[in-house]
């Protein structure tokens, strides 16, 4: 097997066709979102069948696993900015040494977060109200969630380390593993298969629980066949320097989750605020947004594509080729979700009765839909330009953008135009959408004032 030292494998993506660099890097990743979302609507879609309780509690534990997992991909991004750098640059003890770090801080945190998530399960549960049979079921998908952070955490973080070694295939192996163990045991643990009994609801949290342990196995057998087995020729101790860049590199990425999701909770208690729509424009919001992470996933895959190339790039002291790959992977991203966005901007009703039934939410999904596809390009932009930032450790810099468009623009916006001018509904949507090309405004001229490149790892 060869190793970091070997230029050919550390120069993959530092040299050569820059648009053969883009693909190789971005079509593993775009597989991958697909599997990711394929796996979030069999839970639902098992749910269905389990009652409204089950797909209530699925639903909010689910946001509360998502939260705890933030921590987790903030950790990733750090160890791409991190790793991939190490790599371009051929640094094989340095990038050896960022892996090592990564995983134990990792298994660390994921350690703390299980034991608080059992300690505090009662707590966390609270907002949701649950009484009954909703409350025992909460409290038994929380546990064994809780049981699932450490394989879930390693199995993140070491396809943090695939891709920024430029093993993106790797990423994906380990990724389709979990996924079809994931989606089989959903059906297999719920309902049961041949003798074997379901065990009902149980069954769709403990599918998560092994389908992680089995990823777990996977990317630990991976590593140890690979170039990343130097890992165990060396002690295993956390050192603080590296845990402060790592943390450095990582905080604005969770705020930026965290901001995010919060910013989404604050568009629903404005939408709450209209009385008499409320709940019509609350649907419209849920729908709108499902049919728009459709949408999101060629960005998102071409915005981990970009953090890599950058880090990368960045690492083999090849600023310019790394700014170049940046304006082509936005290209890309423009060209990818305009594609995806017409028909939907073309046919809003037909998308729109798709994920509801009822008359007023499909026309209220349906103008969403016709406002807020007009700026998908321009997310595109945003959401690419901001994983070369966080390639480039500038992860700063894609925060400040973020934050400030989310909380400075688009929520004071949606305030405005929807409870205090009274535009309603609609004046929610064309606040999203005018914050959105703010939003890659301001990316873009971060992006292009070149800082990032001037960042010393």
Not at 196 to 206: D, E, H, R, S, W
Not at 376 to 384: D, L, Q
């Amino acid at each position: 097997m060869s190793s970091l030292s070997d230029r050919n494998i550390a120069a993959a993506f530092t040299s050569g066709s820059q648009w053969k660099n883009i693909w190789q890097m971005s079509w593993p990743m775009l597989l991958v979102m697909l599997l990711n979302f394929f796996v979030g609507l069999t839970d639902v879609y098992v749910a269905g069948y389990l009652g409204p309780e089950v797909q209530a509690v699925v639903g909010f534990v689910g946001q509360l696993y998502f939260f705890i997992i933030i921590v987790a991909n903030a950790i990733g991004i750090g160890t791409v900015a991190m790793v991939s750098r190490a790599v371009g640059s051929g640094d094989e003890p340095g990038a050896l040494q960022a892996v090592r770090q990564s995983l134990l801080f990792g298994l660390v945190c994921s350690v703390i977060l299980m034991l608080a998530g059992l300690v505090l399960r009662d707590v966390l549960l609270a907002p949701a109200k649950f009484t009954g049979q909703a409350e025992t079921i909460a409290r038994e998908f929380l546990t064994i969630f809780a049981f699932a952070l450490m394989p879930n955490y390693l199995v993140i973080i070491a396809n943090a380390v695939f891709r920024a070694g430029g093993e993106v295939k790797l990423s994906l192996a380990a990724m389709c593993l979990v996924s079809v163990v994931n989606i089989a045991l959903n059906f297999v643990l719920v309902f049961g298969v041949g003798g074997f009994p379901g065990i009902g609801y149980k069954g769709i949290a403990l599918a998560t629980a092994l389908a992680m342990a089995c990823g777990t196995l996977a990317c630990l057998f991976l590593v140890m066949r690979g170039r990343w087995r130097g890992l165990f020729h060396d002690t295993w101790t956390l050192s603080g320097v590296f845990i402060k860049r790592i943390v450095a590199v990582s905080w604005p990425s969770a705020l930026i989750q965290i901001s995010w999701n919060a910013g989404n909770i604050f568009l629903y208690s404005i939408l709450a605020a209209l009385v008499s729509s409320r709940i019509t424009a609350m649907a419209a919001l849920t729908n709108g947004l499902r049919i728009e992470a459709a949408i999101y996933l060629p960005a998102f895959a071409l915005n981990m594509a970009a953090a890599v190339l950058t880090g990368q790039n960045l690492g083999a002291g090849d600023s310019r080729r790394a700014e170049r790959l940046g304006w082509k992977i936005s290209l890309a991203g423009v060209l990818f979700v305009t594609v995806l966005s017409v028909p939907v901007l073309v046919w809003p009703d037909i998308f729109s009765s798709l994920v509801s039934h009822d008359v007023p939410v499909i026309r209220e999904t349906s103008r969403y839909l016709r406002i807020t596809m007009l700026v998908e390009p321009f997310m595109a932009i945003s959401v690419v330009l901001g994983g070369c930032l966080q390639g480039a450790e500038d992860t700063r810099g894609a925060m400040a953008v973020i934050v400030a468009t989310l909380w400075g623009v688009r929520l004071p916006l949606a305030f405005l135009l929807a409870v205090i001018m009274g535009y309603g509904a609609v004046g929610v949507w064309i606040a999203m959408a005018l914050s959105m090309v703010i939003q890659s405004i301001g990316m873009t001229l971060r992006f292009r004032n070149g800082r990032w490149k001037e960042l010393i790892p």
